[in-house]
Nanobody, 125 residues
Framework: EVQLVESGGGLVQPGGSLRLSCAASGFTFSNYAMSWVRQAPGKGPEWVSGINNGGSSTRYADSVKGRFAISRDNAKNTLYLQMNSLKPEDTAVYYC??????????????????WGQGTQVTVSS
């Protein structure tokens, strides 16, 4: 059974930073691309970033490009999202998600069955 557990969310002031982590289990982590997806109150899910199975290729939504960095540690079965220069519009629940392929397709949101429970990120002064 695929299990994804996010952590690292919280309340941060505009311009601040947070690092999200996602611990994966129940599947061969190193075989699959992974993504971060976020959902703000009253809005649909938004693909944020993706990374291929080996970690050599990354993609970002235009809204976060240059501010966020996705990475993974296959030895630890863990996915990360470093978020810098945070803005109020980044406020959302952030989910890590398992892709069905080993490579990243920009903008493609994995099926909900393969999301974690999410971690809240609130950017406010």
């Amino acid at each position: 059974e695929v299990q994804l557990v996010e952590s690292g969310g919280g309340l941060v002031q505009p311009g601040g930073s947070l690092r999200l982590s996602c611990a994966a289990s129940g599947f061969t982590f190193s075989n699959y691309a992974m993504s971060w997806v976020r959902q703000a109150p009253g809005k649909g899910p938004e693909w944020v970033s993706g990374i291929n199975n080996g970690g050599s290729s990354t993609r970002y939504a235009d809204s976060v490009k240059g501010r966020f960095a996705i990475s993974r540690d296959n030895a630890k079965n863990t996915l990360y999202l470093q978020m810098n220069s945070l803005k109020p519009e980044d406020t959302a629940v952030y989910y890590c998600a398992k892709d069905s392929l080993s490579w990243v397709v920009s903008g493609k949101i994995p099926i909900r069955d393969y999301w974690g429970q999410g971690t809240q990120v609130t950017v406010s002064s």
